[in-house]
């Protein structure tokens, strides 16, 4: 349980303001996460490392000499969106590169790769490296299809040591994916964590059971059983790390006994007093061995273990000092008396005004939509929750939420400045995709952003405008995301409601007659999804487990899809849709 806060959607933004405070001789708040008080040094290459909230001392503590430039930070459990990237690495650019990084996770990948492609179509030298350590979440002939858990630490430090020693971009990508590629883990979980104001967490273990392989974000793990002693425990994790050992390793190791939230100090002692024996008998040479809380998940009831194999080329880097607020050789340091470097956030698109009254309509038409669909998803709001929680970490209601209450925002803000139909959904798109973060909020931003350039601006919204509008937004998620019909994604809702859509239009179906037909597609194939085995997301990696539960972002989309319709006039009340 999360004891301490205010308004929980507040949560991560002051959490990150505390933690500034507190370290502001380390630490400077910039748009989107924090970044070194000085800045990051002339020329020196820029570390930066990225994720949701929830994980301290992950992103935000391994800032500081050493380690990290910058660390960008989504909403608890949730991606940041493309905007908080590049407003962070726009702050950490020293002119050297940047070198960025994070745990392969859906909504990470998606939005940190948009930032990144941005970054380099204006002439910044950018490196990504995702971290895969996790063994559980993928065999080893997959490796690179793993989750990023604890190996973090080992990856960001290895680059920052690199950076800080003055090595150029190439070379610190170099180290980085050497020691991620050298870098195993493996976690346990007894119970579930709990996000801020929720009443209940987002999973449970059977009392005195224990979840074998279980993610940092409360993902299904591979199997259960009775909780062990510590030393069976340890033993368990031994082997399962050592089981994936390089073929090369010379013993050399950086091992890290990290807690996730609930496990303290002294029982991660009282394992590590095994686990250390067992490495030692295996033939393990420690190498400056942690045993803390070093990635965590907010209140997890858990603990992982992770073995980064060193050679002549890592072991110097692990050994080198660092200075963070949660990873220090060193001691508090004063503030800087220079001030901090002006940063310039990523600007909003552009309001053209309404030149005719039928535009004016038109986007008045818009804001009726986002108002709809905001009521519709805050009614629904626990629902997707619970869906989401099945095969996931239970964001997606609250995410879509925060999402289509920025969108709301902006939308309203548009409209009151006389802007046209296309102007007030790419406002409305923008603040949609940096507000919810996460996988759903890149996608409804991508998707909206191609539905918005299908809009027109001084005349009347018409048939062929939505059908091209909702085919386009259809391209452009399919071609960010990589997801197909099939895939267990939003797409598998959106795909056969497109094209249904335009094959009514096209055999002169009436308008209303045509959306109702969409948005049984839709609802068709949001349930079909019940039995698809997921191949993207998170829940990828549950195989048949993800079978029998529909995915969130499919029913979520069919549930708006309805209401878009009554706002255009559309009765849908004869057409059954999840969630209604």
Known sequence: MTYVHNRPEDFAREALSGLVKAHSGVLRRVPG?????????????????????????????????????????????????????????????????????????????????????????????????????????????????????????????????????????????????????????????????????????????????????????????????????????????????????????????????????????????????????LLTERGVTLVAPLVGEFVTSLDMAGCSLTVAWLDDELEPLWLAPATTPAFRHGGWRAAPVTSAPEVATEPEPPLVAAATAEGAEAARLVVRALHRAQRVLHVAEDELGTLDAIAGDGDHGRGMCRGVDAAVEAADEAL????????????????????????????????????????????ALAGAHVVDGVRAARDEVCAVGGARAGDKTLVDA????????????????????????????????????????????????????SLGVADPGATSLALLLAEVGDALGVSTDDVEVAGR
């Open 416 to 459: 009151a400045a006389g802007a046209d139909a296309p102007s007030v959904l790419r406002r409305a798109a923008e603040r949609w995709a940096d507000r919810a973060g996460g996988t759903s909020g890149a996608l409804w931003g991508v998707g909206l952003l191609a539905l918005a350039d299908r809009l027109p601006a001084d005349e």
């Open 33 to 277: 996460g924090v970044a070194r008080a000085e800045g990051t040094r002339p020329g020196k290459v820029a570390v930066v490392v990225g994720g949701g909230s929830g994980h301290y001392p992950a992103f935000a503590g391994l800032v500081g000499a050493g380690v990290a430039d910058a660390a960008v930070c989504g909403e608890v459990f949730a991606s940041p969106s493309t905007r908080q990237v590049l407003d962070v690495c726009r702050a950490a650019d020293a002119g050297a590169g940047i070198w960025l990084s994070f745990g392969n996770y859906a909504g990470d990948v998606l939005n940190f790769g948009a930032a990144a492609s941005r970054l380099r179509a204006q002439g910044v030298d950018v490196a990504v490296r995702l971290v895969t350590d996790d063994v559980a979440s993928a065999p080893a002939d997959r490796a690179g299809e793993r989750r990023g858990v604890a190996g973090d630490l080992v990856v960001f430090k290895v680059a920052g040591a690199a950076a800080e020693s003055g090595a150029n971009l190439a070379e610190v990508d170099r180290l980085a994916g050497l020691a991620n590629e050298r870098t195993r883990s493996f976690g346990v979980a007894f119970d579930g964590c709990t996000l801020p104001g929720a009443d209940a967490p987002l999973f449970t273990l059977p009392a005195g059971t224990v979840g074998w392989g279980l993610g940092i974000h409360g993902e299904p793990g591979i199997g259960e059983e009775a909780v062990p002693p510590a030393a069976d425990l340890a033993a368990e994790l031994v082997e399962r790390v050592l089981a994936d050992r390089p073929d090369d390793a010379d013993g050399r190791a950086a091992v890290v006994l990290n807690g996730l939230g609930t496990v303290k100090y002294e029982e991660l002692f009282v394992l590590w007093d095994r686990v250390h024996d």
């Open 494 to 545: 959106l795909d056969p409601a497109a094209e249904t859509l335009a094959a009514a239009h096209r055999n002169g179906a009436a308008a209303p007659d045509a959306w109702r037909a969409a948005v049984r597609a839709a609802r068709d194939g949001a349930d079909r999804t019940k039995d698809i085995t997921a191949r993207r997301g998170r829940s990828r990696v549950l195989g048949d487990k």
